[in-house]
């Protein structure tokens, strides 16, 4: 599975982006597709998942009720809505799937990951 990650921007605090992550390649296998983040030296964090068979959908405290992630199986793709952005959203995000039913939340779940995308908050 190849995953291509695009959305990534610049706003102001307050602001929205939508992040997608097209899928290619094998992806009749894919249970989860999630975003995670990476900030300046900090580790990766979880931020969203869904369930690519359910919609099932998780999120991380900090970005519940502002993250909404979705999905279109026709075109093999995962958005991540973020409304309400904050400084602290700041990071490299990135795309991830698994072909594992393991826990979502998991950086250990996902064996296919994008290149990132990066989104900057200013304030």
């Known amino acids: 599975v190849q995953l291509q990650a695009s959305g990534g921007g610049v706003v102001q605090a307050g602001g929205s982006l939508r992040l997608s992550c097209a899928a290619s390649g094998r992806t009749d296998r894919t249970y989860y597709m999630a975003w995670f983040r990476q900030a300046p030296g900090k580790e990766r964090e979880f931020v969203s998942a869904?369930?690519?068979?359910?919609?099932?959908?998780y999120y991380a405290n900090s970005v519940r009720g502002r993250f909404t992630i979705s999905r279109d199986n026709a075109k093999n793709t995962a958005y991540l809505q973020m409304n309400s952005l904050k400084p602290e959203d700041t990071a490299v995000y990135y795309c991830a799937a698994s072909s594992v039913i393991e826990p979502p939340r998991e950086f250990r779940t996902y064996d296919y990951w994008g290149q990132g995308t990066e989104v900057t908050v200013s304030s």
């Open positions: 869904i369930s690519w068979g359910t919609g099932g959908t």
